[in-house]
Every structure is written in C-alpha cells, then in structure tokens.
C-alpha cells in the first residue's frame, strides 16, 4: 500500500511541474505523515547530508569541469574534422560523422548534452545543406549525442556504482561494446537515409595522408580516454583520482596544446560546471532521502516479492526493468532516474542472478533513450534550439532511429555477452 502510494505521490509531483528536488522531498515526507509512520523528521535531513558526503562523489563534478573543459575548446571541431576523413566517403557518410564524432566525444566528455551541442551547432546546418531534412538531422544529433553516457567516462554509471556499491571499472568496461553497438546501428540508418533519399550517395575520397593528418591533429584529445580508463583499469587510480587527472590533462590539451582556452575562462567555466554540479549533488541529497524511508519500509522486498510472483524468470524480470525505465526516462534526467530504481532494482536483480555490472548498463542504455524522447528529452531539446525546429517535428522524423536504439537496448539486454564479454576479458 505505501509502495504504490509513494509512486502515486512521486508521478502525480513531476506531472503538476512541481521541481524534482521537492517531488521527490515530499513524496518521502507525505507517507510518513499520511501513514503516520513515526520516523523523526529530522532523520530526513541528517539522511540528506549524509547522502552527498562521501568522498568518491569528488569524481561528479570533476568529470563534469573536465568534460565542459574539452567541449568548449576546438576539439569538437578537430573530432568531426577526423570523423568527416574516416567516414566521409561512404554513403550517408555525413549522418555517419555526426554519431562517429558523438562517439568519440563522448569517450571525452560523458555528458550528452555537452555532445549534442558540440556536434549539433556544426552539423545541423552542414547536414541540411547536403540535402538532409533538417529535422532528421537535428534527431540524429540528439540520439548520437546520448551515446556518450554510454561509452566511458559515463556520469550514471559513477552514480549506479556508488550507489549499488558497484565496481565503476566493470561498468565502464560494460558500457564499451554497447556505446559502440548502438552507433553501429544509428550508422546503418545514416546509410539506409543517404543511399535511398539520395542526399548524401558518397563518393568523397580520403587520402591516407588526410586521414594521418586529422589523426595527428586530434590525438592528444583522443588519449584522454585512455589516460582516465587505463588508470582506472590497471588500479594505478581511484576513479575519483582519474577524474582529477581528466581535469588536469584537459586544462593541458586546451591551453597548452591547442590553445584555444585561455585561463581568464576558467572562473566562468568552473562557476557553470558547479552549478550543475549542485544540481545533480542536490538530487542525490533527496534521493537519498527517499530511498532511507524506502528501506525502512522494506519496499525493495515487497517489489522483489511480486516481480518473483509475477516473472517466469530473468528475462521477465529484465522486460519490466525496460518498461519502467523507459517510462520514467520521458519525465526524468538520467541521474534521478538511476538513483531511485538503482535501490529496488539491484536486490531483485540478484534475486534472478542477473549480474549487478549488466543490470547497471542496461539502466544506463534506457535513461539513453529517454534522453532523446519527449517530452522531457534533453538532448531533443539541445537539438531542437540549434535548428529552430520544433521537438514534435523532430521527434516524428526520427522514427529509424527509435527503432535501432530499441534493438540495440534489446540486444544488451537479452544478450549478456555485449555486456560482460569486456568485463570477464579483464577480470
């Protein structure tokens, strides 16, 4: 009965427009009052503290400084210049740069909003030029840019670790063949779109020394990946510890290297990147919060209880985590979303054996999709602002590409091995 009343609260809170902090603060207090529970109020603010003090939360807004760091110097410029070499000559080639790019920025930033924009306010314009609708274009841009929450560094795979106690190197081992499996197929319709419309039939021709030459110049960007994977993967850091080391190897390319970041910049981007900062900090506060009065009241037992009763097995159970999710991803940000089904979703996960590492990408790769669907999608909207054309609009040019993002987030998840395949590889 409470259970479905703090759902009821919780949906009811984000219809009516209330902010999502105070959603999810009154759907933990009402229940306590309503049901006349006798939990001391106060424990909701000593849980609030609590929740955002430990130290590995450190990585969020490093990640977040390191990521804004690299986005507004010219390394988008300089990646799309290396995808446009890599991918130009094939057909739909110029749809196939926008996810390429989006792939590797991503392996950057792990914010797909700083992706879609990047890559968004150079390749609209360029794509529609080429022939393409405007409006496909701007929905390739928002469901490419999502790959990068897939592809490590990811910021909700960092929240879904510390959350479930989870190791955050086997997460982003995880999230390696599906950030690339879900850019395969957003290719795919960038070829089916460009070979049938005849918009863009290909043809370009890349020289291997154009090809050596957008690689040089774009290398010192593409190591930063491997600086923050490797030292994680090998044990030489923390992933607190790599997101320091981002934020110093990022503020070296861009000022050192490239130079196209001067240090009078760096106070305004570090006030932008805390601010957002405080924002996804102030989230995990109250979902913390809730999630305290959920398991005081056994909720994740009662869930478990009636998955169990009502799921012939795994892939049942793997079916309603889907559905749920992708629900919730059309009125929640990926981080409050992992937040609050990480702790009901991870004991009956385990109650099926399904692996806490594979559940966690598969979150992931939902809250993904809900990043690119109305009516709350972000990076629909990112996208939406570059090209003056309407959410809905877009959204109704992008069916193909729903449709491979489904078959994408179906095969994660009902084939583990693109899932676990890195992970057991470096166990």
Known sequence: MILLFVVAVFLTSVFLGIPLVWAILITAVLPIIVFDLGYPLQALFLNFIGGVEPNHFLAIPLFIVAGEMMSRGGVGLRIIGFARAAFGFMAGGLGMVVVGASMIFGGISGSAIADSAAIGSVMIKNMSREGYNTAFAAGLVAAAGTIGIIIPPSIPMLIYGFVGNVSVADLFLGGMVPGILFGALFMAVCYYVGKTTKCDPGGRTTTLKELTTSFIGTAPALFMPVVILGGIFTGWVTPTEAAALAVVYGLIVTTVVYRDFKLRDLPRLLIDSFVTSAVVMVVIGATTVLGWLITLEQMPQ????????????????????????????????????????????????????????????????????????????????????????GVLTIARNMAPLYLAAIAALLAVTYFPIFTMGMVHLFR
């Open 302 to 389: 009662i869930l478990v209880g009636f998955v169990q009763e009502n799921s012939s097995g795994p892939w049942m159970f793997l079916l309603l985590v889907n559905i749920v999710l992708l629900v919730l991803g059309l009125v929640l940000d990926p981080v409050p979303a992992i937040l609050l089904t990480a702790p009901l979703f991870l004991p009956t996960a385990q109650a099926f054996g399904v692996d806490p590492v594979h559940l966690g990408v598969i979150m992931t790769c939902n809250v993904a999709v809900g990043l690119f669907t109305p009516p709350v999608g972000a990076t629909l909207y990112v996208a939406s602002r570059i090209s003056g054309v």
